[in-house]
């Protein structure tokens, strides 16, 4: 808090500051202005630089692991895709097998 402190007040970000609706607001309107003119973070490319990058990456693994390795899911859906296309025909047919 205290790093967007100094810098709210170093840019002078600060609601009496504020002159015109044109002027921004917050240091987010800033980079969504700098994004729309075609500026990119240079951070965003895929190195890990603190725990939440790590953290996302060991998330996206475990997903990965949880269904590329878990032999069940695939049989489940194509069981459930084959009684769902039952359904559907039974529907437009009119007809139910009990």
């Known amino acids: 808090?205290?790093?967007y402190d100094k810098l709210v007040k170093t840019a002078e970000f600060t609601p009496?500051?504020?002159k015109n609706a044109v002027d921004f607001d917050s240091f987010a309107e800033v980079a969504k202005w700098?994004?729309?003119r075609g500026r990119q973070n240079r951070y965003y490319d895929g190195v890990t630089r603190?725990?939440?990058d790590e953290t996302l990456?060991?998330?996206e693994s475990?997903?990965?692991r949880l269904y590329i390795n878990e032999g069940g899911?695939?049989?489940?859906?194509?069981q459930r895709l084959k009684q769902l296309e039952g359904a559907?025909?039974?529907e437009e047919t009119g007809f139910y097998d009990l």
């Open 88 to 90: 559907n025909k039974m």
């Open 73 to 78: 899911i695939g049989d489940e859906i194509t």
């Open 34 to 36: 700098l994004e729309k």
């Open 1 to 3: 808090m205290s790093s």
């Open 62 to 64: 475990y997903n990965q």
């Open 57 to 59: 990456k060991n998330i």
């Open 50 to 52: 603190d725990v939440i």
């Open 16 to 18: 009496k500051n504020v």
